[in-house]
């Protein structure tokens, strides 16, 4: 199966029909600034306790595992994009037969200069929430 990566808008619209649900694979810090409604929060990669930079989260497939089916429809997202297609990618070899990657994540990607080149969904107006 190859990954099929949406448009915000085509995830929020899917959100909205109520047969998907929203994985946000960015660090628990980066969730709790703000999220897509809904969305559960199983981070990839966390913040490293021992300084800067970030470390795996050795729990990921496990907590996937436990908490969604093999046949759930999932839209993954992380802040810019790179995560999530990471996460997309690990879910559908591992048997996940639903994913999709939200292109351009929360907020979007950017190129070497820090300029978005692609608004993610915070960017694009769509409701976001703290809760």
């Known amino acids: ?64 595992e436990a908490r969604f089916g093999k046949d759930d429809r999932i839209i993954v997202g992380c802040l810019r994009g790179g995560r999530s297609m990471k996460a997309a990618q690990l879910l559908i070899a591992t048997g996940f037969t639903n994913v999709v990657d939200m292109r351009g994540g929360y907020d979007g990607e950017v190129d070497q200069a820090g300029n978005v080149t692609y608004p993610g969904w915070a960017r694009r107006g769509l409701p976001t929430t703290t809760e």
Do not use: C
Not at 24 to 30: A, C, I, K, P, Q
């Open 1 to 64: 199966m190859t990954l099929q990566r949406i448009e915000p808008e085509e995830a929020k619209r899917l959100l909205d029909e109520g047969e998907h649900v929203y994985l946000d694979v960015r660090s628990s810090g980066e969730f709790e600034s703000g999220h897509v409604p809904g969305a559960i929060n199983i981070p990839l990669l966390e913040r490293s306790p021992a300084g800067p930079g970030m470390i795996e989260n050795p729990d990921f497939l496990d907590q996937v």
